[in-house]
């Protein structure tokens, strides 16, 4: 258990919905990292928050938006999907900006019917 | 950009042998890190060891071991007397200054298989 919890564990969704994805990284650590795990694409970096503001940014389109909150804990949001939109989504945690020793979460897999 | 290569789409080897994972990678950056993640069939994202780039010893950590080769680009893993529970996908996985060090780029995986 790397401490770090995402929720839901399974999200079954039709398109051109909207769903949320939450994350609590590891107690002390300020950054939260979010992934992409698909078939086609592999695994990718989508975002990074660090203690609540935006540091780093890559392949996430712009129908997903992120934040984090005050205590930590960060959603991922996901609109007008697409079925090309059903993959795994991880979260992972670290104690600083940096990405050494990210730990993750056990993943929120998204089916898009 | 940063690239990493795993050019082996499957391993298979048996309970209590070695088995060497491979990885290359291609960086600009003049300082970088280089990780191992396990994936088991739960899904799950398993830390499992890191080489910093200047670090002049290769990393272990309990039955993995990483072999760094800087002037070769590759960061092969090690496992030691494989177990019936490494069978997992494994993935490296990279980061560098060019990316603040704030993003892991990923290769495509080796799915390893352990047998009796």
């Known amino acids: 258990d790397s401490g770090v919890t995402q929720t839901p564990k399974h999200l079954i969704t039709a398109t051109g919905q909207r769903v949320t994805l939450r994350c609590s990284p590891r107690?002390?650590?300020?950054?939260v990292y979010w992934y992409q795990q698909s078939l086609d694409q592999g695994l990718q970096f989508l975002i990074q928050?660090?203690?609540?503001?935006?540091?780093a940014k890559g392949n996430i389109l712009e129908r997903f938006s992120a934040q984090q909150f005050p205590d930590l804990h960060s959603e991922l949001n996901l609109s007008s999907l697409e079925l090309g939109d059903s993959a795994l989504y991880f979260c992972?945690?670290?104690?600083?900006?940096?990405?050494?020793?990210?730990?993750f979460g056990p993943g929120t897999r998204l089916t898009v019917t | 950009a940063q690239k990493i290569t795993q050019t082996q789409p499957g391993m298979f080897v048996q309970e209590k042998e070695a088995v060497t994972l491979d990885c290359t990678y291609d960086?600009?950056?003049?300082?970088?890190?280089l990780f191992w993640y396990k994936q088991p069939s739960s899904g799950e994202m398993i830390f499992l060891i890191y080489?910093?780039?200047?670090?002049?010893q290769n990393a272990t950590e309990g039955r993995y071991s990483l072999n760094f080769q800087k002037a070769r680009k590759s960061a092969n893993l090690v496992i030691s007397a494989s177990q019936l529970g490494d069978s997992a996908m494994y993935f490296c996985?990279?980061?560098?200054?060019?990316?603040?060090?704030?993003?892991?780029?990923f290769g495509t995986g080796t799915r390893l298989l352990v047998s009796p």
């Open positions: 992972a945690s670290s104690p600083g900006h940096l990405s050494y020793e990210q730990y």
């Open positions: 107690s002390g650590d300020l950054s």
């Open positions: 928050y660090y203690n609540g503001e935006e540091r």
């Open positions: 960086t600009s950056d003049p300082s970088y890190g």
């Open positions: 080489q910093g780039s200047y670090d002049q």
């Open positions: 996985a990279m980061s560098g200054t060019n990316t603040g060090f704030q993003k892991l780029v």
